[in-house]
């Protein structure tokens, strides 16, 4: 019996494939990223009930996840990581997250962290989604278009192995090439992304 969504980050491929193995045999229905931007844009396209996600990442750390996956797609979140020193753990509360899990763990402590989460995390009807792009009647923000584009910059350098000042750049090249603002730009080039990302309706 399925018993749910659950979105898994961590950049240890070990780790993840663990983690995703064990809460797969627990009944979970696991999606699994390996760094922060494809994790968002996971969570976008699948919609998860929950997330564990490890912390310090290349890139988006697990914090900035977190942050985006509470503010945008209201998807409750609880931390899995090797680092327990106070400024985390403020960072942890301050977030909101359901539990913190300090690694090593195994799964016969994880799994049963994740199944109270599960039980504790908010309603189906707190979990409303927030738009990524501004709709008409509402004027662009900065904090959303950062987003937009810290999101970009992430997917070009996982895609072509680049620096993030490179991706940065290649980006406003993009922009300036097509007579677009940045973070325009940025939102087109994460929602081709998920496009792409799509499974082929194949009858």
Known sequence: MNKGKILVVDDDRLVLATLAYGLAQAGY??????????????????????????????????FDVAAYLRDHLRVPFLFLSAFSDDETIAK?????????????LDMQQIVPAVEAAFAHRPQPQDLTPVPLAPTVATAPS??????????????LMHRYSLSRGAALERLKKLSEAENRELAEQALRLVEAVELLAQPANVK
């Open 29 to 62: 229905d696991v999606l699994d990223a390996d760094n922060g931007d494809d994790a968002i844009l996971l969570a976008r396209e699948h919609r998860p009930e929950l997330a564990l996600l490890d912390i310090r990442m290349e890139g988006l750390s697990g």
């Open 142 to 155: 900065p904090v959303l278009d950062q987003q937009v584009v810290a999101i970009a910059v992430g997917v």
């Open 92 to 104: 942890v509360r301050a977030l909101g997250a359901l539990a913190y899990l300090v690694k090593p």
